[in-house]
């Protein structure tokens, strides 16, 4: 089993930035397929952004890309997500997942892929 911590979340005003963590302890976060996803109330689990194990290659929802990066620290054994120029249309809670296979590009945004998961963490975009 492994664990994912996220934190980072909270409330930031429209333009705002926020960047969210994933840590997962004991865990080469470099070993596994790792990603973002996030779900607004009363909607579906979305995907954000995700990297593929053992590479920097990495995968953006479209409408997210240029205002989303994700990125991993393998010292830390750390994913990070980092949001800027954030919108109400973002508020959602973000949750970290993990998969222990090599996912290929065009498996990247399926939740279906990933055995871990985190608890999430609630981003609100309000002024």
């Known amino acids: 089993q492994v664990q994912l911590l996220e934190s980072g979340g909270g409330l930031v005003q429209p333009g705002g930035s926020l960047r969210l963590s994933c840590a997962a302890p004991?865990?080469?976060?470099?070993?596994?397929?790792m990603a973002w996803f996030r779900q607004a109330p009363g909607k579906d689990r979305e995907f954000v952004a995700a990297?593929?194990?053992?590479?920097?290659?990495?995968s953006y929802e479209r409408s997210l890309k240029g205002r989303f990066t994700i990125s991993r620290d393998n010292a830390k054994n750390t994913l990070f997500l980092q949001m800027n120029n954030l919108e109400p249309e973002d508020t959602a809670v973000y949750y970290c997942?993990?998969?222990?296979?090599?996912?290929?590009?065009?498996?990247?945004?399926?939740?279906?892929?990933?055995?871990?998961w985190g608890q999430g963490t609630q981003v609100t975009v309000s002024s």
């Open positions: 997942a993990a998969s222990n296979r090599g996912l290929i590009t065009s498996s990247l945004w399926d939740d279906h892929q990933y055995e871990f």
């Open positions: 004991g865990r080469a976060v470099n070993g596994y397929s």
């Open positions: 990297v593929k194990r053992g590479s920097s290659s990495t």
